[in-house]
């Protein structure tokens, strides 16, 4: 005891590190996930961990959280030697971790949540009082207030988040790790996050970061490590880095900063051309609510908005998955009414093609090869089928050529589609769609959950589809996205569009503004009815 | 520490963790076995000797197979568009009620090669026909496959007590049952055609639709893997909604699998009615169509592996009745609780030993490369 006394005391005035790793070492096979990992977490301080898709991030972290064992190294949390063996372990040693996709019970209430696990006694109404205090007094003192009788599958996601760091806290966590915490979040929610995390961070509570999104890092952390092929490439203070030195460093190379030109008005006819569309929901509230627009062919038109204006159901309505219940559209020269609709398939053969949003859900089949998610809706046509039956040698050698032309990786069609990384995947279905050589091309959050490296790709073969005269509607929840891609920029808000830009003159602070519909006069959108 | 998500090699998955299953089952029967006094080791023996020691033994245990692939392959093929088809026992029955009434109105006019496809066709059907109405009141009204499958299945018992009770009883008996068929609507025993081909074996009641089984085994394999329409129905039953945005109807791939699925249930008709009893009567399909979801658990839905568990299901029934016969002591009940057994850890508990094996295989040989976030 004395003599680690004297050995932090020797390490002088440096500050107290809650966590240290030193020389972690993980192997899964053939795959080195994480190489002599040295890694000093300040006390009271918000770390960064940023990393592409692969990099070792989550292993990492799943060692420090008792999911895996390291193969070698130590761990150290308060300068006290430590072995985890599994999660117990780590709540013990006062880790918290808040996952990507959380761990809650959607239909308890969030108290229950929250005790689950953690219940004082056999009697849940004792243990009920005791939990309500101490949330309510943690409530207030980090501004994490969460309605606790509420159900938890009724919040929004921001809201279930909050319930999921309180259910570190409660088990007095001082370690926190959150990862990609802002995958799921609007701008605001994410704002409201960091919020908090500053409060915890101002009463000692020592944050661990672990995101793709630089901006986030930059915004928020102290210090960041990078890490890059199971390896900690770097590791600095935020404030003596930048964003593309923090790029660089995770890919590995230098990053072209992309900038397109833009199409102003170009002239050609409109490949997508909606007059008055409005969609219900289930319970007969709008959707959709009587919008009207065009798209022309080689033009770029980007919806922004938060995340649930309208947007998906605008994609899904254009694509022939839904159908809309007033007004009418012409796709690619193509009349759609409530009357007569076209469904996904003829779609299809007319020259539209659809990047969904969601490609885990609609996109791809986890289960399927990557072959046989490569001709995902179009496993009917003539080439890939013999006779009776699927060409799967054909499919396959289809699916490699499309693998590398959009450089997925590894190219391997027999691989299960849920082996690859999401930017792979998301590769692997627009090198799908964009091979039909769309007329119109709906695209929806192209970029989600996708490395750098794969969104200079994306993004370049987006452009490439608009200069080849086809018609591109693009959505997307990434501002910066948007502004890079689009040549007229729309503003969606509760089902309707209350804005317009010009993407040549497009400003942050403007659409920020209609995207919450704050702008007065914005666009001629019907402001009034919405407030 | 989760293994849900890791994979194993084929054969670990296939044929080891079954194995062991089987052996765990054994071993529990085994106790109950030593407690009422009598050897386990005896037993076993005596079981395998009833199903394989001799030519009339291994025709019961194929005779008995080959209802166990049909069933087994019915709830299979739902399983792959995630519908779960209970009524297999009341699409056998109904497919039953087909090849009755065709046989009854044609058994005299026809001769057998155009008879007996024409009955294979009706079971089918029937079979199809029984399970097409649950079908549709799932993909149009919503009502759960589950309930209305097992609800069909006493309808069709009902109906059939009360058709062969009233309406087909042959006139002047006593059972409820039809006439006999004329002898060009039976379905050739395996014994004739072996006789045929010089080869003298045991009368049994193994007949020409066990190759009819294999050969369904073989059409479901390419059905589901091989072709689009296989596609379709593997899409609906990943995700509903990438099979509408892949421009699939997941309505039709209800209605179209659960009429496989009920004609290949229908199919145990073929092996009974056209097969064996030459007449219909009541309760011809003694359980087989609930002991084909067992079947497909344990076969893991893939027609190999059905194939397999119905040979062991077949071992089962044969064998078992072959040791209650031989060991005074061990009651038909008691051949029944092993038959409990073996379910319950190859179907219901068929993942117990995973997370461990998973364990074991990542000292091993850590080939299985976990996701990264």
């Known amino acids: ?531 | 520490m989760s293994t849900s998500n890791i994979e194993l090699p084929a054969w670990v998955e296939v044929i080891l963790i079954p194995i062991l299953n089987i052996m765990m089952a054994l071993f529990f029967a085994g106790l109950i076995i030593l407690a009422i006094g009598e050897n386990p080791v005896e037993a076993v023996g005596i079981m395998i000797n009833g199903a394989f020691g001799y030519d009339e033994a291994i025709g019961y245990t194929l005779y008995y197979t080959t209802n166990f692939i049909f069933t087994g392959l019915a709830v299979a093929i739902a399983f792959h568009a995630r519908l779960f088809n209970i009524g297999g026992e009341g699409q056998a029955y109904i497919g039953g009620l087909g090849v009755g009434l065709t046989f009854l109105l044609l058994d005299g006019y026809l001769p057998a090669i155009v008879l007996l496809p024409i009955g294979i066709i009706a079971a089918a059907l029937f079979g199809a026909l029984w399970a097409f109405i649950p079908a549709w009141l799932q993909a149009y009204r919503g009502s759960h496959v589950v309930i209305t499958t097992i609800m069909f299945n006493f309808i069709a018992s009902s109906l059939m007590v009360y058709l062969l009770v009233n309406v087909l009883i042959m006139p002047g008996s006593m059972s409820p049952e039809t006439r006999e068929f004329q002898q060009n609507a039976w379905l050739p025993f395996m014994h004739e055609l072996l006789a045929g081909i010089g080869i003298e074996v045991t009368r049994t009641p193994l007949n020409l639709s066990f190759i009819l089984a294999l050969v369904c085994c073989v059409l479901v394999w390419i059905y589901v893997w091989k072709t689009r329409w296989g596609y379709a129905l593997r899409t609906a039953g990943q995700s509903e909604a990438a099979a509408v945005y892949a421009g699939i109807k997941p309505k039709k791939i209800i209605i179209i699998t659960m009429c496989i699925s009920g004609a290949l249930a229908g199919l145990v008709a073929v092996n009974e009615i056209m097969g064996v009893h030459h007449r219909l009567l009541l309760n011809f399909t003694a359980g087989y169509g609930f002991t084909g979801i067992a079947v497909a658990l344990m076969g893991r839905n893939h027609p190999l592996g059905i194939l397999m568990a119905s040979l062991l299901f077949g071992v089962l029934y044969q064998g078992g009745a072959e040791l209650a016969f031989e060991v005074p002591k061990i009651t038909r009940e008691m051949v029944v609780a092993i038959q409990g057994l073996i379910i319950l850890f190859s179907g219901a508990l068929a993942l117990m030993l995973r997370p461990a094996i998973v364990r074991l295989w990542l000292a091993v040989r850590p080939g299985g490369v976990p996701k990264h976030g």
């Open chain 1, 1 to 531: 005891m004395s003599k680690q006394e004297a050995t932090t005391q020797s390490e002088s005035n440096s500050s107290p590190l809650a966590i240290e790793l030193k020389n972690i070492c993980k192997r899964f096979g053939q795959v080195q996930a994480n190489r002599n990992i040295n890694l000093q977490v300040t006390r009271g301080t918000i770390h960064g961990i940023v990393g592409e898709n692969g990099a070792g991030k989550s292993t990492l972290m799943s060692i420090l959280y008792g999911f895996y064992q390291a193969d070698s190294g130590e761990i150290l949390i308060n300068d006290q030697p430590i072995k985890i063996k599994n999660s117990r372990d780590a709540i013990a040693a006062g880790i918290g971790m808040v996952h990507q996709h959380f761990m809650l019970v959607d239909t308890f209430t969030v108290l229950e949540n929250v005790m689950l696990g953690a219940e004082q006694s056999a009697r849940l109404d004792t243990s009920a009082v005791n939990a309500r205090e101490v949330l309510q007094h943690l409530g207030d003192e980090y501004q994490l207030s969460v309605p606790l009788d509420a159900i938890t599958g009724d919040l929004p996601v921001g809201q279930q988040q909050r319930t999921e760091i309180l259910k570190a806290l409660y088990r007095n966590a001082e370690i926190l790790i959150l990862d990609e915490p802002t995958g799921v979040l609007t701008p605001q929610e994410a704002d409201q996050l960091f919020r908090v995390l500053e409060a915890l961070k101002q009463r000692g509570v020592t944050v661990i970061l672990i995101t793709h999104k630089l901006r986030e890092i930059m915004d928020i952390t102290d210090n960041v490590s990078v890490l890059r092929l199971g390896e900690i490439v770097s590791t600095q203070r935020t404030c003596d880095t930048n964003t593309s030195q923090l790029a660089e460093l995770m890919v590995g190379r230098k990053l072209e900063t992309q900038h397109f030109p833009k199409i102003d008005n170009p002239d050609t006819d409109a490949g997508i051309d909606i007059q008055h569309v409005s969609v219900l929901d289930d319970r007969g509230l709008p959707r959709l609510n009587d919008i009207s627009f065009e798209v022309k062919r080689g033009e770029i038109v980007g919806i922004a908005g938060v995340a649930g204006n309208g947007q998906s159901t605008l994609l899904e309505v254009l694509a022939g998955i839904q159908k809309p219940h007033k007004g009418r559209f012409v796709i690619n020269g193509h009349t759609v009414t409530p009357e007569s609709i076209v469904g996904p398939k003829e779609m299809r053969e007319i020259g539209v093609q659809h990047v969904p949003e969601d490609r885990l859900r609609l996109g791809l089949i986890k289960s399927f090869t990557a072959a046989e998610s490569s001709v995902l809706g179009y496993q009917n046509r003539k080439r890939f089928n013999w006779r009776l039956f699927l060409n799967i040698r054909r499919i396959r050698a289809a699916c490699k050529r499309l693998m590398e032309a959009f450089d997925v990786r590894p190219p391997d069609p027999k691989l299960k589609s849920s082996s690859f990384s999401g930017g792979n995947q998301q590769k692997l279905i627009l090198a799908r769609e964009l091979d039909q050589s769309p007329s119109v091309l709906l695209i929806g959050q192209p970029t989600r959950g996708v490395d750098i490296g794969a969104i200079e790709l994306i993004h370049q073969k987006i452009i490439d589809m608009r200069d080849a005269n086809c018609a591109v509607l693009l959505v997307s929840v990434e501002l910066d996205e948007i502004m890079t891609l689009s040549d007229r920029i729309l503003v969606m808000f509760e089902g309707q569009i209350v804005g317009t830009m010009k993407g040549s003159d497009a400003d942050k602070t403007t659409l920020g503004l209609m995207m919450a519909n704050a702008l007065p006069q914005s666009g001629g959108g019907p402001t009034e009815s919405a407030a």
